[in-house]
């Protein structure tokens, strides 16, 4: 079955960093688009980034410049690296793989930015 495991989220003070990897399992990982999403107390829950299985990459216009998505497909792994982050990024972030018609999430992992 298809898997979706988060992890690298935490605690950062204003202007910090963190990297959130997601590694997947049950589906050939290599041929799909990955995608983080995120949704904070109270909100929706919004894209982020998405990585095409060619490489390609777009972002919410909110973390332009700010955040890098990127893949590592011998390690079935896909990584957000969030830099100069701002109290507004505050959220649990999700993993998404849409595959075979339906639409798979991780558990999330809480970022939290204080200021």
């Known amino acids: 079955q298809v898997q979706l495991v988060e992890s690298g989220g935490g605690l950062v003070r204003t202007g910090g960093s963190l990297r959130l990897s997601c590694v997947g399992s049950g589906f050939p990982f290599r041929q799909y688009a990955m995608s983080w999403y995120r949704q904070a107390p109270g909100k929706e829950r919004d894209a982020v980034a998405h990585?095409?299985?060619?490489?390609?990459?777009n972002y919410a216009d909110s973390v332009k410049g700010r955040f890098t998505i990127s893949r590592d497909n011998d390690k079935n792994t896909v990584y957000l690296q969030m830099n100069d982050l701002k109290p507004e990024d505050t959220a649990v972030y999700y993993c998404?793989?849409?595959?075979?018609?339906?639409?798979?999430w991780g558990q999330g992992t809480q970022v939290t930015v204080s200021s």
């Open positions: 998404n793989v849409d595959y075979s018609a339906r639409r798979y």
């Open positions: 990585i095409f299985y060619g490489g390609d990459t």
